[in-house]
């Protein structure tokens, strides 16, 4: 979408709708500022649910931000005051892309469509396949896409696509919230790993704490709940390691260039770093990968063909989990508001050496303008 009306010359005036008091807005205003740039001016989601959106001006750049870690946001989308509680995930994507609709003019970084995409891995899914990008089978997307009413059916899907190891995701979750990463074994055993505490009453609770429940009455308990909200199902792809840890890595695509990457490495099926996976070591990894005969480019190409499915969005977050062995990888997710990354600078070759995620997206903006006179979007 182009912004025909802003003079070349006249620097972008950049508008951020997050939550103010969230460090992804203030790490980001600090990079705009850091850039020469007037300060973004911050439009609260609360704001934006009180007034029923919001409006910009034709000249301002418009950045959406995460609505997470608000409890009043939460409160209203979820439908819960409980920020830990899992369920509510389809009730949450509802509030969020009807708020997105009410959020009219400027010039967008974020396009609404493809957010909505972003956010429903079962059509996420299905683009990326579509497309060409490798990612693991799933019998819950794309043409003849199998429903998901509860155990039962996770169950029939799991022998009649011989897939004994998969991973069950609520459809609109995120942070690995509700997943469960499940395996079969012999005399009909289950084994369920996940960040899902199941209480007494039987409400579902994120936890810190990643989990393992071997009675398959509790397994089927968590995913009976969670089915209400959409489930997404993915075949478990065994991954490479990093010192005896399942390895994989967050690729930051600004513009369709990967321009930042961390190794995440776990000793659970669960690689997110709040949930005690740690940063591996990028060079051992880009070694792994020219040591198997592979190259670290074609990598990278992975995520930015992901990227390229959503060309109307600056700025995506890929996780990319690459196979044992390190020559080949396929896409685990696009995470809308996969860009936090605290002071991690740009990768070699990339264009954003030196810069943060925020920086380098800034940098994007101006060069686009710069060269066309209009802004990404």
Not at 127 to 143: F, M
Not at 312 to 322: F, I
Request: aromatic share 6%.
């Amino acid at each position: 979408m182009a912004d025909v009306s802003a003079p070349v010359c006249e620097p972008p005036r950049f508008a951020v709708v997050g939550n103010p008091e969230n460090r992804r807005v203030t790490l980001f205003a600090d990079a705009v500022r850091a850039a020469g740039l007037p300060a973004p001016r911050i439009v609260a989601w609360t704001d934006v649910l009180r007034d029923g959106g919001a409006r910009f001006a034709a000249g301002e750049t418009v950045r959406i931000d995460s609505p997470g870690e608000n409890a009043d946001v939460d409160r209203r989308w979820r439908g819960t005051s409980d920020p830990t509680r899992v369920e509510g995930s389809a009730r949450w994507y509802a509030g969020f892309t009807a708020a997105l609709r009410g959020l009219r003019g400027g010039v967008r970084l974020d396009d609404p469509g493809e957010l909505a995409v972003l956010f429903d891995k079962r059509r996420c899914h299905a683009v990326l396949d579509a497309a060409g990008v490798p990612v693991p089978a799933s019998p819950t997307s794309g043409p003849g896409a199998a429903p998901v009413r509860g155990w039962d059916d996770v169950r029939a899907l799991m022998r009649e696509h011989r897939m004994p190891r998969l991973f069950v995701k609520p459809a609109h979750g995120s942070s690995a919230s509700g997943v469960l990463a499940v395996e079969s074994g012999g005399a009909g055993r289950i084994r369920a790993t996940t960040c899902v505490e199941l209480a007494p009453d039987g409400g579902l609770y994120n936890s810190l704490r990643v989990r393992r429940y071997e009675r398959e009455r509790d397994v089927a308990a968590i995913v009976d709940a969670l089915a209400p909200d959409g489930l997404h199902l993915e075949r478990w792809l065994p991954k490479a390691s990093q010192e005896g840890r399942a390895a994989d890595l967050r690729v930051v695509v600004v513009a369709g260039r990967a321009t930042h990457a961390v190794v995440r490495t776990s000793r659970s099926p669960m690689t997110n770093l709040h949930l005690g996976g740690s940063r591996g070591d990028l060079d051992a990894a880009r070694r792994a990968v020219e040591a198997a005969g592979g190259n670290w480019r074609d990598l990278l190409g992975v995520c930015e063909r992901a990227a390229a499915c959503f060309p109307r969005t600056l700025c995506v977050g890929v996780d990319l989990l690459p196979a044992i062995g390190w020559r080949r990888a396929a896409v685990g997710e696009v995470n809308a508001f996969g860009d936090l990354l605290p002071r991690l600078t740009g990768l070699p070759g990339s264009g954003a050496e030196g810069l943060d995620t925020y920086a380098a997206q800034i940098a994007a903006v101006l060069r686009d303008r710069h060269r066309t006179g209009t802004t990404h979007a």
